[in-house]
């Protein structure tokens, strides 16, 4: 901004320009005599006029600068719902910088554990995410010179699954575990949880997701879309076409295992899911016809199986009819 020295000096070379600059009238009558007037340009030999001389700083913008720098006290909470009770424990706070530095990652600023979060952050603009379970959320936190809170709502509900075979038939809880992807085609599917046991509560953002059970290692897989609602439990179970099946090679009907059997099972179509070697080996076999091999020594003993859902069931091959 010009000074009042500034400003009287620009008036008064306004004023003597205008003195000097003649009417339209006369200069239309004497343009013949008169020259037109040079463009006028500064004058050299005169003195520069200083520049302008920022305000001094006061006591009030000195304290002001200085609690852009001093960490404030900011404390978080977190709720289920909109309306649900503050969060006791289990909240994992993270701040992040708000602007992400030259690898495109944002920095971690500070991390805390607990329902309600109390922090010291120098003022200004950053990301704060809270997760509780697998539920989680970000939004942008703005802090300010003096006290501040910040509460967020996760929007969650809570998940629970077992698996049972078709029949109610239990399922041994070793035998059993599950995988959450949020919803949507397969190739966009992100995934939120695996390996996780049976009844174990999974706290989830509210939403959507695509559940896989798994009963054994090899084939038996049930797949189902659930929705999670907030502020809710829900408790679904998946049944499988499948059957926990044992092996063992006999010389006679109901007879002892014979032991160091190498065991084969191949599909249908001639691809081998199951390869063993014991006496009495067991697996866990989906609903389906299967060729199983018996390998003693150099003798090989098979038989054709159709696995039907229910409970275990023991397979046996003897060695007498091949």
Do not use: C
Not at 117 to 144: M, T
Not at 223 to 245: C, F, I, P, S, W
């Amino acid at each position: 901004m010009r000074s009042a020295r500034h400003i009287a000096i620009l008036m008064s070379l306004l004023a003597a320009f205008v003195t000097v600059l003649p009417t339209a009238a006369t200069y239309a009558q004497d343009s013949a005599e008169i020259p037109p007037l040079p463009r006028p340009r500064p004058d050299r030999d005169a003195a520069t006029t200083p520049a302008a001389t920022p305000a001094e700083p006061t006591a009030a913008t000195d304290a002001i600068a200085a609690l852009t720098d001093v960490p404030q006290p900011v404390t978080l909470t977190a709720r289920i719902t909109q309306d649900g009770s503050t969060i006791p424990e289990g909240v994992v706070w993270r701040i992040f910088d708000d602007e992400p530095d030259a690898t495109g990652e944002m920095a971690l600023i500070a991390k805390a554990d607990a329902g309600t979060a109390a922090l010291e952050l120098a003022p200004g603009s950053y990301v704060v995410h809270a997760a509780y379970g697998r539920a989680q959320v970000s939004e942008p936190l703005s802090v300010v010179p003096g006290p501040n809170t910040h509460d967020v709502v996760l929007d969650a509900g809570a998940l629970r699954l077992n698996s049972a075979v078709t029949g109610d038939i239990p399922i041994s809880p070793a035998l059993l575990h599950f995988d959450i992807y949020t919803a949507g085609p397969e190739a966009d599917r992100a995934l939120v949880a695996d390996s996780l046991p049976p009844n174990e509560i999974v706290t989830l953002n509210a939403g959507t997701y695509h559940i896989v059970s798994r009963f054994g290692p090899i084939n038996a897989v049930v797949r189902a879309d659930l929705r999670v609602e907030a502020g809710q439990l829900t408790d679904a179970t998946l049944y499988h076409h499948a059957a926990e099946v044992s092996f063992k090679l006999v010389s006679e009907e109901g007879g002892e295992a014979i032991a160091d059997v190498e065991w084969t099972v191949k599909t249908g179509d001639g691809a081998t899911i199951f390869a063993e070697r014991g006496a009495f080996p067991s697996t866990v076999l989906s609903e389906g016809e299967y060729l199983v091999l018996a390998k003693l020594g150099d003798q090989v003993y098979n038989r054709e199986i159709q696995v039907q859902p229910g409970s275990p069931r023991e397979i046996e091959v003897l060695t007498t009819v091949y």
